[in-house]
T-cell receptor
C-alpha cells in the first residue's frame, strides 16, 4: 500500500530533551516536507527537501533540523524542544523532480507532540 | 506575500443538503494549483479535490465540486448530498509554481464542518 508513515504518533516529552520524529514514504517520491498544525493557523511548512541531500527552510524552521540521507526517509529533529513546539506535525511527500513539486502532496497520519 | 483565507471558521449543514465552503487567495502568479483537504477527527489529511489554475473547467469528484473564479481569486468547495462522514475540518491550500518557494503548500485557517442528522 502506498503510504507515508510517521513515528511516533504521540509523544510527551520535557523541555530540552532531544527527540526525532521519523517519516518514511514508499512511493519513490523525490519531494518531502514537514508541516506543523496549530489551531487557527492551519498548517505551516517547517522544512522541505527536493531530493536526497537537498533540504531548505520553510516558514517556521527555528528550533528544528532535518536530514535527507535516503530518498524514502526524512526525519525531523528537535535538538532542544521547548513548550512552544507543542503541536501536531505532519510529514508529506510528492512526486516532485522534473515533474515539479506542484504535484499532489500525500500526508502521513500526524504526530501529536507535547513538550512540558 | 501569498496567502489563503477561509472566512468561515465553522459551518453546519443537515444531512443530504448542500453546503459551500469559501476560500480566497492572494498571489501575483498566473499558474498555480489549488487544493481542498479534509481532516476528519482521526487527524489524517485527505485530498478532496485539486484544480489547476490554467484549466477553466471546474474540477469535480463525485459529490464534491469547486467553483474556481480566477479573476476574483476565489476557490469555493461545494458538497452535495452531505453525509455524516463529511464532518471534518476542511482546508483550502494553494501551491505556487515550482520555481517559487519550493513547492510549499500554503494553507488557509480551516473551516470546521458539522453534518447534522
Amino acid at each position: 500500500e502506498a503510504q507515508v508513515t510517521q513515528n511516533p504518533r504521540y509523544l510527551i516529552t520535557v523541555t530540552g530533551k532531544k527527540l526525532t520524529v521519523t517519516c518514511s514514504q514508499n512511493m519513490n517520491h523525490e519531494y518531502m516536507s514537514w508541516y506543523r498544525q496549530d489551531p487557527g493557523l492551519g498548517l505551516r511548512q517547517i522544512y522541505y527537501s527536493m531530493n536526497v541531500e537537498v533540504t531548505d527552510k520553510g516558514d517556521v524552521p527555528e528550533g528544528y533540523k532535518v536530514s535527507r540521507k535516503e530518498k524514502r526517509n526524512f526525519p525531523l529533529i528537535l535538538e532542544s524542544p521547548s513548550p512552544n513546539q507543542t503541536s501536531l506535525y505532519f510529514c508529506a511527500s510528492s512526486l516532485g523532480g522534473l515533474g515539479g513539486s506542484t504535484d499532489t502532496q500525500y500526508f502521513g497520519p500526524g504526530t501529536r507532540l507535547t513538550v512540558l | 506575500a501569498q496567502t489563503v483565507t477561509q472566512s468561515q471558521p465553522e459551518m453546519s449543514v443537515q444531512e443530504a443538503e448542500t453546503v459551500t465552503l469559501s476560500c480566497t487567495y492572494d498571489t501575483s502568479e498566473s499558474n498555480y494549483y489549488l487544493f481542498w483537504y479534509k481532516q476528519p477527527p482521526s487527524r489524517q489529511m485527505i485530498l478532496v479535490i485539486r484544480q489547476e489554475a490554467y484549466k477553466q473547467q471546474n474540477a469535480t469528484e463525485n459529490r464534491f465540486s469547486v467553483n474556481f473564479q480566477k479573476a476574483a481569486k476565489s476557490f469555493s468547495l461545494k458538497i452535495s448530498d452531505s453525509q455524516l462522514g463529511d464532518t471534518a475540518m476542511y482546508f483550502c491550500a494553494f501551491i505556487p509554481p515550482r520555481y517559487n518557494q519550493g513547492g510549499k503548500l500554503i494553507f488557509g485557517q480551516g473551516t470546521e464542518l458539522s453534518v447534522k442528522p
